[in-house]
């Protein structure tokens, strides 16, 4: 997890030069966006900035102390005048945000600062945004509010206009593999694990998963038994695949190993084998490569991205992998 100035300088440069100019200068947007994919350290960076505002002893006039009481509280999640509003099942319900108004309504605990962030900001229900609208339209003397988002275009227009928005880079894949083989993760696996998360944190627990090591055994299966006949890859869905990934994440996550198999043919096909990721398997890619095109192998990647997209608006489960293996099927020139 990263904590530190230091730590976080290193993934983001451009975010920290920005908050060290604002500090010092006293010119603190009220409201920001962060916006940016899983594990370019968004939360982190709230929780930095919060440092620094409340900090009793900013070093050189703009990094938190990391010592004094706000810090330490604001480290463990307990101080009283800085709250994080998350999303309450699928959602952030309006009553969230209500209650987040009423508690900023009273004057602070120990100052007149105040501080909030919404996670998942674009998972606010319309009338949750409509609420937060009117908040950020009059805002309080001394407020500050930070939201976070990974799909900035599904958070309202008038709600954008009202926030300073600072964007979190990913680092490369490349970059990625190689901070993970410096941690210890094998060469081989690297690659793979830098397509499917920037979070260095997250990267590492999958090297170390016997869940993640499965998963992409179960995927490889699937995918091979596509040029069988559609019964063999229904039965290989009921016995291998819904018993493994159970959850929504669990799936999106074996989907983009499905992905990765196709952008993997791909590479094969157009002679850019350095570019694979599955580097264990390479031998099994080429043989897969030489049975179908470049153009059904796009449409497969374009078939499974729909899936993606049809998982994040709730499908179910079951009927979305049944659709998408007969999908994969028809525009496969297995026999």
């Known amino acids: 997890m990263v904590k530190t100035w230091e730590d976080l300088e290193g993934m983001q440069p451009v975010v920290l030069k920005m908050f060290k100019n604002s500090i010092l200068k006293d010119r603190l947007a009220h409201a920001y966006l962060f916006e940016g994919m899983k594990g370019t350290g968004k939360r982190e960076a709230g929780s930095l900035l919060a440092k620094s505002v409340f900090c009793h002893s900013p070093i050189q006039g703009y990094m938190p102390c990391e010592a004094c009481v706000n810090c330490k509280r604001i480290n463990n999640g307990n101080h009283p005048d800085v709250h994080i509003v998350e999303p309450d099942g699928l959602s952030i319900k309006k009553a969230q945000i209500q209650s987040l108004q009423e508690e900023f309504s009273k004057t602070g605990v120990e100052s007149k600062k105040k501080l909030y962030m919404i996670v998942h900001a674009d998972r606010m ?24 988002t990974e799909q900035a275009q599904r958070i309202l227009p008038t709600i954008l206009s009202r926030c300073q928005t600072i964007s979190f880079q990913t680092l490369s894949p490349e970059k990625m593999a190689e901070k993970l083989t410096m941690n210890g993760v094998s060469p081989q696996m690297a690659p793979l694990i830098a397509q499917l998360t920037n ?36 039965v290989a869905l009921q016995d291998d695949w819904f ?30 084998e350095g570019q694979i990721v599955y580097l264990n398997e390479k031998a099994r890619l080429e043989q897969f490569a030489l049975q179908s095109s470049s153009r059904q192998v796009s449409e497969q990647m374009t078939a499974i991205l729909e899936a993606k997209r049809k998982l994040h608006a709730n499908m179910n489960p079951q009927l979305l992998m049944e659709q998408l293996v007969l999908k994969l099927q028809e525009g496969s020139s297995f026999v």
């Open 125 to 148: 229900t319309s009338n949750a945004a409509n609420s937060l609208l009117k908040f950020l339209e009059e805002p309080h003397p001394h407020t500050m509010a930070i939201l976070m």
């Open 199 to 234: 979070n260095i944190d997250e990267a590492i627990a999958y090297s170390q998963n016997d869940w993640f090591v499965q998963a992409q055994k179960i995927v490889l299966k699937l995918y091979e038994v596509l040029k069988k006949s559609p019964l063999e890859a229904m």
């Open 243 to 272: 018993k493994h990934f159970k959850e929504k994440e669990q799936l999106d996550l074996g989907l983009d190993l499905l992905l990765l198999i196709s952008k993997d043919l791909l590479y094969i096909q157009l002679g850019k």
